[in-house]
C-alpha cells in the first residue's frame, strides 16, 4: 500500500510534465491538424536560455519565469516563422515543415553553441523528502502536480470562460466552421501557439529542474512523450491529452517499479514502438473514438 | 515462361507509352548523371572529387528507392534509412573476412564470425532480409491505414529507424557497437565504380518503369484521393505493399554499396543526418517524379559541398579576404547540416512540390509531340447522340440491387432506419429527399464506406454487406462523390485510364468502353491532357462520371451529379448520364435536388426522409404523394403545381 502510494505520486508527478506537453500538442493539432514535432525544441531553447541565465548568476527563482516567458515567444516565434506559411497545406508538407524546424533548432544550437553537455545547478530543494505516516513523497514531485494542476485549472477556466477558450475549443472541433461563424483564424492560431509555449515552459522548467543539464538533442525524448500522450489520449482531444498524459507519467513508475531493469528503460526507440503499435491497433487513441470521414 | 512474360508486358497498357518511352527517358538521365559525374572529376583533379562523385551516385539509388514509395504512394517515410541500416549490417556483417571479424566481433552468436560470403552474395542475403522486415513494417503500416501524408504511417516508420538504431547500439556482439562499429580491411574502397553504374541504371529503369505499370498508377490514384480509389476498386494496402518491397530492394542494395564503399559502419551513420539528407535530396527536385529526384541528388550535392567550402574557406569568398571574425563565427563547422534543415523547410514553405513538381521528361516530351498531331478522335456531337438501341444490345443479363432493412448508427444518431430498395440494372432509380435524410449514408452505406449496424445489401444475389469498398466496386457497384473526389494531379484521361484498367482486370467480362470513347462521351476530350484539379466545376462533374463509367460498373450510384450545373447543363446531364450509363449497361441510382432533372431521367423514385422510406413510385406519382410533398417538395411543388 504503501509502495503503491508513493508510486502513484511519482507518476503523477512524471505525467504532470507529460500533460503540460501533451496538451500544448493537441491545442495546436486542433487548429492546424499539424502533429507537431517541432515542440519539444520549446525545452531546448529553454534548456540553452537557463544555462545562460545560470552562467550570469541568476537564480531559479528569475530562470523559471524567463523559461516560460522565451517558450512563448519561441513558440510564437516559430509559428510566425514557419508554420504561419502552411496553414492548410497537405499533411505531408505539415509534417515535414516540423521536422525543418526540428533539424534547423538542433542544428543551430549544435553549430553556434556546442555539441557538448551544458550543466547547471538543480535548485536545492529538489532532493527534499517529506513524510506522511510511513510515506516518503518527494517534495519536487508534490511541487509539480500542484503547479500543474494550477496550470491546468487556469488553462480549463480560460477554454470555457473566455471568448478566446470558447473560439479555441470551437476550432478544435471543426475549424472550417469555426472560421465560418466568426473566429479570426489568424488570432486563434497565434493563441494556441501562445497557450502551447506557456504549457511546454512550465513543463521545461520542471524538466530542466529535474535534468540540471542540457544538449542541441534535449527535445527529442520531451516530444516523444508529449506525442504519446497526445496520442493515448487521441490526437485533438483537449482532455484526452491531459488524461493521456498522466496515465502515461503513471504507467512509467508502475512499470520501472515491477519489471526488470532491462525491459524498462523507457527510452526513445522504446516509446517509439509503443507509438506506432498504439496507430497500428487504435488509431483513435484509446479514450476517444474516431470520427467518420465525410464524403 | 512466355506466358508470364506476357502477363508482365500487360501491366504496361500501352506499351510505347509505359515501356519504350520510359525506358529511354531513364536512359537519358542515367547517362546525363554519369556524364556529369565523368566532368566533374575530370575538372576538380584528385581523390576527393572522385570519392564525391561514387557518393553521389550512390546517394542518386537510395533517392531513387524512396521516389518509389514516398513519391508513390505520398507516405511519408522515415524509415527507409532504418531499412538502409538493417541491409548495410547484413551485408558487413556477412562480407567481412573472418579473419578480421575476429577481433571485431569476436562473440558473435551463431559463429556469425565464421560467415564469410563474396560481395554480391552478401547483398542478396542483406536485401532479402531486409524484405522479410519490410514486408513485417509494411503490414503494420496497411493496418494503421496509410495514406498520403498519414502522420500514423509516419510515426511507424520513425518508430523503425529508432529502433534499428537502438539495436545496433546495444547489440554490439554483432554491430560491433556504438563507437567501434563494423570495418573492412584498412584503407579498403570500392575498386571500380561498375558496380554503382549498374545499379543506379538498372534503379532507374525500374523506378521509371514501375511508375508507368498499372500498380504505380493505381498507387498514385490512392495517393491522390484514398477513398476515391477504394471506391473504383483498388486496395491501396496492396499497391502500397508492392512499392515498398520494391523501393526496399533499391534502398537495400544501395546501402551495401555505400557500406562497401566507405568500409566501416557505425550506428549513427545510416540514422537522422542521413535522413534528412535523403529526404531533402527527394523533395528539393520533387518526390512526385523521377527527374526531380535525380535533380533534387545534385542540387543538393552541390549545395553541400558550397556549405561545406564555406565551413573552411568560406572567407575567402569570391577573392576578397573577408577574414573578420564575424564571418569566421557564422560560417563553420556544421553549415552542411544547417543547409539541409532550411533547404527542407524553406522548400516546404515556398515549393512544397519541390523544382520540377511531377514533371516527367519521357511524359513531357510524348505531349508536345501529340499536341502538335492534330487530334485522331473527333469530338462527337453532344445532342442526339443517346442510342437506345445500341445500349441495349451491349447490355448484360439483368442484375438486381436489392437493399433490405438497411441501418446506419452514428453515435446515438440514427442515419438510416430499416431501409429497403431494389434496382434493376435496366432502370435509373432516384433518391430523394430533403438534405439529413440520409440519401448519401445509404450510398456511403452500399459502397462500403460507412459500416451499417444492421440489414443486408446484395447485387445479383451475392451478399456485397461486410465487404470493404474496393470489393464492392470490383463487384459493380461505382460510385461518384457529391463533394468531388478526383485525382487531382493526374491527367483527365489518367482519372479515366486507371479506372479502366481496374476494369480491365476485375471486370472484364463486362462491355468495356475504350477510354477516349468515355471521355469524349462526357465531352472532356479537349481537356483530356489537363489536370483534373484544373477543371471547373461542371468538367469536374462530368469526370466524375466518366471515371465510374470506365469501371464497368453494374450500377452507377450518383451523388448529386447536376450540384452547381446552371439549369441548361443539368438538363443536358440527363442525355450525358443516360448515353454513359448505356455505353456500359449499367444501371443508374442517383441522389439530386434538381427535379427537373430527376423527372426527366429516372424511371422509378424512392423518397427518404429523416433516415426512413416514406415513399416510392414513378416520378409523377411522387410528384404527387401528399407524403413528399409535406416532407420534401413542400409549398414548392404546390406552387408549381398551382401554375400548371
Redesign the interface.
Known sequence: MTEFVQNLVDGLGRGSIYALLALGIAVIFGVMHLLNFAHGELITVSGYVAYWAFTHGASWVWIAPLVVVVSIAVSLAIEQVAFRWVRGAPDFTLLLTSFGVHYVVEATFLMYVSANVKTFNRPDWITRTLHAGSITFELFDIVVIAVTLVALAATALVLQRTMFGMALRAAADDFDVARLMGVRSNRVIRGAFALAGALAGIAAVFWLMRAGQTTPGAGITPMLKGVLAALVGGLGSLRGAVIGGFALGIAEVFLRSRLPDVVTGLTDGFVFVLIAVLFIFRPGGLITVRRAERV | MVASLARLVRIFRDPRRDFLWPLGAGGAQFGILVAAGLIYTAVVSGGSGDRLVTTMLIDAIMVVGLHVYIGNT?V?SFGHIGFAAVAAYTFAVTAIDPARKSTVIRNAPWDLNEVHLSVPEATGVAVALTVIVALVVGI?LA???AR?????A???T???L??T??VAVNWPEVTGGDRAGLSFRIGHTLDSRWPVYGTLGAAIVVARLFGQSRIGRFARAAREDN?AARAMGINPAVQQMVALVLSVIIVAVAASLRVYEVGNLTPKFFFFEFT?LT?VML?VGGRNSLTGSLAGVVVITAGRELARWLSTDGNELFGLNLDAPAVD?IL????P??F???A??GF???R?NGLLGDFEIDNSLRRLISRRKPSEIPEPEVAGAAAPSVSQEMRGAEQILEVSNLTVD??GFRALDGVSINASSNEVVGLIGPNGAGK?TLL?AITG??ESSAGRFSLAGVDLTRMPSHEIARLGLVRT???L?LFGSLTVGDNVEVASQVAEVHRHDRPRPGIDAVISAAGLWPYRLRRASELDYGNSRRLELARAVAAAPAFLLLDEPTSGMSETESLAMIDVVRRMAGMVGAGVIVIDHDLNFIVGICDRVYTLDQGTLIASGTPLEIQANPLVQAAYLGTEAAKRGDQS
Open positions: 505520398g511519408l503494420g493496418r494503421s491505414g498520403s501524408g498519414a502522420v500514423a509516419t510515426v511507424i520513425l518508430a523503425l529508432f529502433v538504431h537502438e477513398l534528412l529526404l523533395i563565427w563553420r563547422e556544421g553549415l547540416t544547417i539541409l534543415g532550411l527542407m523547410l516546404m514553405i515556398f512544397p452514428f453515435g448519401t456511403n464506406v460507412v462523390f457529391q463533394n473526389r
